[in-house]
């Protein structure tokens, strides 16, 4: 079975800091896939950023990166520069391959506040 | 990224009615979308997978009888609700997997927030 863990329910970050959100995964699949997204409070879920278990180099978009580290299972979340829009729940998803994962397992989510 | 369309955004309804919600992909085919159902600060939990042509997949636990999807197309899936009760009070959100990149990322809809009186 999948599972992810985000250990923890809130954060919180000035305004310009950088922060980074935690997650770790359990899979026995070889091939995956892990995603991040962003839910703020209008309940529209954002996709941020993927990393395919299989990519040697971490996942950048913009200010989101993720810090992949496979041998750990942790594909945390760093978000550089935080801004007042970046408040938000943030969550952790993991695909794996063959039927019935396809689908995505979330993880329990990180509430980021950033403060002014 | 992907656009997906979901609606209506809320609905208010009597217990016992039906109450239908629309996934779209606007700009994208997807031969599987998703439907989530997420509580009150909680995470999201898979209701169903739905299938472009052929039935819908459904989690433990959700009743196919009670969630009826149908995915008549490659840019459309919908999820009704009958005989809604006030349990059934929730936000359920869809989402669509883009096939093309081979990342299969879902994007998702902006969610509908059922309250059955």
New interface residues.
């Given amino acids: 079975a999948q599972k992810i863990t985000q250990t923890q329910p809130g954060m919180f970050v000035q305004e310009k800091e950088a922060v980074t959100l935690d997650c770790t995964y359990d899979t026995s699949d070889q091939s995956y896939?892990l995603?991040w997204?962003k839910q703020p409070s209008?309940?529209?879920?954002?996709?941020l950023i993927?990393q395919?278990s299989y990519d040697e180099q971490n996942a950048t978009e913009g200010r989101y990166s993720l810090n992949f580290q496979k041998a750990r299972k942790s594909a945390n979340l760093v978000i550089s520069a935080s801004q007042l829009g970046d408040s938000a729940m943030y969550?952790c998803a993991m695909?794996g391959k063959g039927t019935?994962r396809?689908?995505?397992t979330?993880?329990?989510?990180t509430r980021l506040q950033v403060q002014p | 990224g992907a656009v997906v369309s979901q609606h209506p955004s809320r609905v208010i309804c009597k217990s016992g009615t039906s109450v239908k919600i629309e996934c779209r992909s606007l700009d994208f085919q997807a031969t599987t979308m998703f439907w989530y159902r997420q509580f009150p600060k909680q995470s999201l939990m898979l209701m169903a997978t739905s299938n472009e042509g052929s039935k819908a997949t459904y989690e433990q636990g959700v009743e196919k009888d009670k969630f009826l999807i149908n995915h008549a197309s490659l840019t459309l899936s919908t999820l009704t609700v009958t005989s809604a009760h006030p349990e059934d009070s929730s936000f359920y959100i869809c989402s669509a997997r883009e096939d093309s990149s081979g990342k299969n990322i879902q994007y998702f809809g902006a969610g509908t927030r059922l309250s059955v009186l």
Avoid at chain 1, 42 to 47: A, K, Q, V
Avoid at chain 1, 106 to 109: K, Q, R
């Fill in positions: 896939g995603f997204y209008s309940g529209e879920m954002i996709f993927y395919g969550f695909r019935g396809r689908a995505l979330f993880g329990s989510g």
